[in-house]
Protein backbone atom coordinates (compact mmCIF):
# COMPACT_ATOMS: atom_id res chain seq x y z
CA UNK A 1 0.00 0.00 0.00
CA UNK A 2 1.20 3.33 -0.85
CA UNK A 3 1.97 6.60 1.62
CA UNK A 4 -0.92 8.01 -0.41
CA UNK A 5 -3.43 5.01 -0.09
CA UNK A 6 -2.69 4.86 3.89
CA UNK A 7 -3.54 8.31 4.55
CA UNK A 8 -7.08 8.08 2.69
CA UNK A 9 -7.65 4.56 4.81
CA UNK A 10 -6.85 7.11 7.95
CA UNK A 11 -9.07 9.88 7.04
CA UNK A 12 -11.62 7.66 6.39
CA UNK A 13 -11.36 5.88 9.16
CA UNK A 14 -11.16 9.33 11.41
CA UNK A 15 -14.32 10.59 9.61
CA UNK A 16 -16.40 7.61 10.20
CA UNK A 17 -18.55 7.93 13.13
CA UNK A 18 -18.42 5.21 15.36
CA UNK A 19 -21.95 3.42 16.74
CA UNK A 20 -20.60 4.17 19.87
CA UNK A 21 -20.12 8.42 19.18
CA UNK A 22 -23.66 9.38 18.74
CA UNK A 23 -27.06 8.90 19.18
CA UNK A 24 -25.96 5.85 21.83
CA UNK A 25 -22.87 7.27 23.12
CA UNK A 26 -25.42 10.50 24.49
CA UNK A 27 -28.21 7.68 25.97
CA UNK A 28 -25.26 5.76 27.41
CA UNK A 29 -24.03 8.85 28.62
CA UNK A 30 -27.56 9.78 30.33
CA UNK A 31 -27.94 6.52 32.02
CA UNK A 32 -24.59 6.47 33.51
CA UNK A 33 -24.97 9.91 35.01
CA UNK A 34 -29.04 10.13 35.66
CA UNK A 35 -29.79 6.12 35.76
CA UNK A 36 -27.72 4.19 37.50
CA UNK A 37 -26.69 6.27 40.30
CA UNK A 38 -30.43 5.84 41.06
CA UNK A 39 -30.40 2.08 40.73
CA UNK A 40 -26.86 1.93 42.41
CA UNK A 41 -28.74 2.17 45.89
CA UNK A 42 -30.31 -1.08 44.90
CA UNK A 43 -26.93 -2.64 44.02
CA UNK A 44 -28.36 -2.58 40.30
CA UNK A 45 -27.45 -0.78 36.99
CA UNK A 46 -28.54 -1.11 33.05
CA UNK A 47 -26.22 -0.99 30.07
CA UNK A 48 -27.75 0.17 26.43
CA UNK A 49 -26.64 -2.22 24.20
CA UNK A 50 -27.84 -0.53 21.22
CA UNK A 51 -29.51 2.29 19.85
CA UNK A 52 -30.80 3.23 16.48
CA UNK A 53 -31.68 6.40 16.20
CA UNK A 54 -33.63 5.94 12.91
CA UNK A 55 -36.44 3.70 14.67
CA UNK A 56 -36.05 4.91 17.95
CA UNK A 57 -35.48 1.23 19.55
CA UNK A 58 -33.09 1.27 22.20
CA UNK A 59 -32.03 -2.30 23.49
CA UNK A 60 -30.54 -2.52 27.26
CA UNK A 61 -29.61 -5.27 29.88
CA UNK A 62 -29.72 -5.02 32.88
CA UNK A 63 -27.10 -5.83 35.76
CA UNK A 64 -26.82 -6.12 39.54
CA UNK A 65 -29.62 -6.02 41.94
CA UNK A 66 -32.23 -5.17 38.71
CA UNK A 67 -30.84 -8.94 36.80
CA UNK A 68 -33.65 -11.19 37.94
CA UNK A 69 -35.57 -9.03 39.98
CA UNK A 70 -39.40 -9.49 40.53
CA UNK A 71 -39.80 -5.30 39.62
CA UNK A 72 -37.19 -4.91 36.75
CA UNK A 73 -40.53 -5.05 34.17
CA UNK A 74 -41.41 -2.19 36.34
CA UNK A 75 -38.47 -0.38 36.92
CA UNK A 76 -37.43 -0.52 33.04
CA UNK A 77 -40.82 0.74 31.79
CA UNK A 78 -41.86 3.27 34.46
CA UNK A 79 -38.12 4.01 35.30
CA UNK A 80 -35.64 3.80 33.06
CA UNK A 81 -37.97 4.20 29.56
CA UNK A 82 -40.10 7.23 30.82
CA UNK A 83 -36.54 9.26 32.11
CA UNK A 84 -35.34 8.15 28.53
CA UNK A 85 -38.00 9.15 26.58
CA UNK A 86 -38.22 12.66 28.19
CA UNK A 87 -34.86 12.93 27.53
CA UNK A 88 -34.90 11.66 23.72
CA UNK A 89 -37.87 12.27 22.52
CA UNK A 90 -36.82 10.21 19.40
CA UNK A 91 -37.18 7.05 21.44
CA UNK A 92 -40.04 5.14 20.13
CA UNK A 93 -39.35 1.39 22.60
CA UNK A 94 -37.31 0.70 24.82
CA UNK A 95 -37.01 -3.39 24.91
CA UNK A 96 -35.39 -4.94 28.05
CA UNK A 97 -32.59 -7.99 26.47
CA UNK A 98 -32.01 -9.56 29.69
CA UNK A 99 -32.13 -12.64 30.12
CA UNK A 100 -33.67 -12.40 33.65
CA UNK A 101 -34.10 -16.55 34.87
CA UNK A 102 -29.77 -16.40 34.35
CA UNK A 103 -27.21 -15.18 37.04
CA UNK A 104 -25.87 -16.25 40.14
CA UNK A 105 -29.27 -15.88 42.18
CA UNK A 106 -31.73 -14.52 40.00
CA UNK A 107 -34.98 -13.51 42.31
CA UNK A 108 -37.19 -13.80 38.73
CA UNK A 109 -37.22 -17.58 37.38
CA UNK A 110 -39.91 -17.54 34.76
CA UNK A 111 -43.54 -17.46 34.75
CA UNK A 112 -44.76 -19.66 37.85
CA UNK A 113 -48.37 -20.77 35.79
CA UNK A 114 -46.15 -21.74 33.16
CA UNK A 115 -46.65 -25.41 31.81
CA UNK A 116 -49.88 -25.33 34.13
Do not use: R, Y
Not at 77 to 88: C, D, H, I, N, R
Request: one cysteine or more.
Amino acid sequence: MSENEQVEVQESTQEAPSPATGFQAKVSEFVENMINPSLASHGGWVEVKSADVDTGIIEMVMGGGCHGCGASATTMKFGVQTALMEEFPQISELIDVTDHATGENPFFMGNPFDGM
